[in-house]
């Protein structure tokens, strides 16, 4: 199971941190991503991270790249999201999935949290 949380109404150029609580699967062995979905498109990748084992090696999208931090604590099964910088195109549901960034697409996902990004 996937909670998101800290999702909400910011200012362009605002900042938030999105976090993820995982359960029912061994965390610390599993690659973790999110994805959004703007109003009226399709899923997008955001970024991913990998395991300890992996350096905990990180990926972004372009979009994103500069302006958001993906972390992890294994301790406490939770993935994180700090966004920095936003616009009102990052406006979306965000989700956290597990997966990598290869099959996130289509990987099970929570019931997500809404950013809105407007002034």
């Known amino acids: 199971q996937l909670v998101e949380s800290g999702g909400g109404l910011v200012q362009p150029g605002g900042s938030l941190r999105l976090s993820c609580t995982a359960s029912?699967?061994?965390?610390?062995?599993?690659?973790m991503t999110w994805v959004r979905q703007a109003p009226g498109e399709g899923l997008e990748w955001v970024s991913s991270?990998?395991?300890?084992?992996?350096?905990?090696?990180?990926l972004y999208d372009d979009a994103v790249k500069g302006r958001f931090t993906i972390s992890r604590d294994d301790a406490r099964n939770t993935v994180y999201l700090q966004m920095s910088s936003l616009k009102p195109e990052d406006t979306a549901v965000y989700y956290c999935?597990?997966?990598?960034?290869?099959?996130?697409?289509?990987?099970?996902r929570g019931q997500g949290t809404q950013v809105t990004v407007s002034s």
């Open positions: 991270i990998g395991t300890r084992v992996a350096g905990y090696d990180t």
């Open positions: 999935v597990k997966s990598g960034r290869s099959g996130s697409l289509s990987a099970s």
């Open positions: 029912g699967f061994t965390f610390n062995i599993a690659a």
